[in-house]
């Protein structure tokens, strides 16, 4: 048995759900269809000036950038396989691309079935998400809860001087999911 082999195939399930959304934002022209990089990053210890860097700088219009981290993880019956996770997005830029972000995160989300259905289908249509992997992901159940931080809606200044506000808002998404892992297998 190739351990190292099986633990390079091991995914995690919130990539599938970073590119679905991606696709989602870009439809409704919150990221620019012709954005090349991702708005998705790991959550890190950084400060706004960070994130947006040379932006700040220029009269470029700030891009959305969203942060994720798991929030938890855990089997909600008896069954093994089947897992839940919690991601905490944290969406940062623009007011009115922050509120829209929002909306159309919890739109496309927080339909129970219905966006697991949707995402397995994007999924499929996009084997590329996840290259190297053998690990298939099946998610059965997805929902959004919403953070009312008041301090979130807060205009943000940069240390570097910028007069344009930067806000952010939260939102958690839980997902049911169970997957074909290999290193399961071994413990089945």
Do not use: C
């Amino acid at each position: 048995m190739d351990t190292e082999a099986i633990g390079q195939q091991t995914y995690y399930p919130g990539f599938k759900i970073n590119g679905y959304l991606e696709e989602q934002l870009k439809l409704f022209e919150v990221i620019p269809p012709t954005q090349t990089f991702s708005p998705f990053i790991p959550v890190m210890s950084t400060s706004i000036d960070d994130l947006y860097g040379e932006f700040l700088s220029t009269d470029a219009t700030l891009p959305i950038i969203i942060a994720y981290d798991t929030l938890s993880r855990m089997r909600p019956n008896a069954f093994y396989r089947q897992k839940r996770e919690q991601i905490l997005y944290t969406v940062h830029g623009p007011q009115d691309k922050v509120f829209a972000a929002i909306r159309i995160i919890n739109a496309a989300l927080d339909r129970e079935d219905s966006a697991a259905q949707d995402i397995n289908k994007w999924q499929s249509n996009n084997p590329s998400v996840n290259p190297g992997t053998s690990q298939d992901i099946f998610f059965h159940n997805v929902k959004t809860f919403q953070i009312d931080e008041s301090r979130d809606l807060l205009e943000m200044q940069s240390a570097l001087g910028s007069t344009r506000a930067i806000y952010r808002n939260k939102i958690i998404v839980q997902y049911d999911f169970h997957t074909t892992d290999p290193l399961d297998s071994i413990y089945t």
